[in-house]
């Protein structure tokens, strides 16, 4: 049998496929593997090249590869679906990735340590109790409707509505209802408990991490955005600048030009959904309180052309280009005489 050189490893939950090809392209292997005989199938060969399409798992793979001495390169699953020849199964999936891991042009993704891996299952755990707690609220704020009790917007203005399904004395909600409501304003109150240990937790990796305390310096950028930022970015020189990281992040217009005519229509959208909302969440905050902002001559300039939702992704993506020569040069931020 050939010598194998590359391999294309489809992952999945329970049955792995791998297609194998020589240093001619020739086709050496094509099999499937259970779950528990993949290491002991890498085990046994000599170190080569894998590709895998980044995913979920493919982190801890690519760790457990390495570790046997195996050269292991990640893809996002987008660029490599371009090299399915017809119908989509296990098996040319397996064949497509052995054929993009090989091309000079593919884009590959940064393999996650374990640290960074459980910071990110800080920020997933928080966001999942986030949206819970925006469900109860808004389930809570529904139901006290139905009996003509309203409250102001914000969350912190439901306070008033469990005050008022605790207040037993309250005869405007019925007894039987009470009972039910009491249970989603206790369940509500042990979410914000939750909540506020889990970004306790990120707040002490935040203080132990110097590239997140210098990523901070930035304004718009709190403990939340650069510990999210630290814990999905693991190698900032893949990116060749900073405009290519705001672009990775959906940040930049989005392109459909042809024949030398450039169009350009809204943001992009792609990348890490959950940085680019935290960018701009934090671009928002920036243009609502801050001084320096108001003084700004690139903002207050781009304000008196622009509506505020572009001006606040405008912002974003500054904040972006900013956070990435931070990484990049390991330097801190300094604002500039006239934004100060």
Request: glycine fraction near 6%; hydrophobic fraction near 45%; aromatic fraction near 4%.
């Amino acid at each position: 049998m050939s010598k194998i050189t590359t391999i294309g490893l489809d992952l999945a939950k329970n049955v792995f496929q791998v297609h194998a090809i020589d240093e001619t392209d020739g086709l050496v292997m094509r099999r499937p593997l259970r779950r528990g005989q993949v290491l002991a199938f890498f085990a046994g060969l000599s170190p080569c090249l894998i590709g895998m399409e980044a995913c979920a798992t493919a982190h801890y793979w690519a760790r457990e590869l390495r570790a046997l001495g195996h050269e292991v390169r990640l893809m996002p699953p987008q660029y490599v679906k371009a090299y399915v020849k017809r119908n989509k199964n296990d098996a040319a999936d397996a064949e497509a990735i052995c054929e993009a891991v090989k091309r000079p042009s593919m884009h590959f993704v940064p393999v996650k340590t374990v640290e960074q891996q459980s910071a990110l299952l800080m920020h997933r755990g928080r966001e999942l109790l986030v949206r819970q707690r925006t469900m109860l609220a808004n389930a809570l704020r529904g139901h006290l409707a139905e009996y003509g009790l309203i409250a102001a917007q914000g969350l912190h203005k439901v306070a008033g509505l469990i005050a008022i399904v605790r207040d037993e004395q309250d005869a405007r909600v019925p007894n039987v209802a009470r009972q039910v409501l009491r249970v989603m304003a206790e369940q509500l109150g042990d979410l914000e408990t939750r909540i506020a240990a889990v970004e306790a937790q990120i707040m002490a990796w935040h203080k132990s991490n110097p590239v997140s305390r210098r990523l901070v310096t930035i304004p718009s950028i709190g403990p939340i955005i650069a510990t999210a930022i630290v814990a999905t970015v693991a190698d900032p020189s893949v990116f060749r600048s900073g405009r290519e990281f705001a672009a990775w992040l959906g940040l930049v217009p989005r392109q459909n030009s042809t024949g030398g005519k450039a169009r350009l229509g809204g943001i992009s959208k792609r990348g890490d959904s959950y940085l680019r909302r935290l960018l701009v969440n934090g671009a928002h905050a920036v243009l609502l309180r801050s001084k320096a902002a108001k003084v700004d001559p690139w903002l207050l300039a781009l304000r008196g052309r622009r509506p505020r939702l572009v001006v606040a992704v405008a912002l974003a993506n500054k904040t972006a280009r900013i956070a990435w020569a931070i990484m990049s040069k390991q330097d801190t931020y300094r604002r500039t005489t006239a934004a100060a």
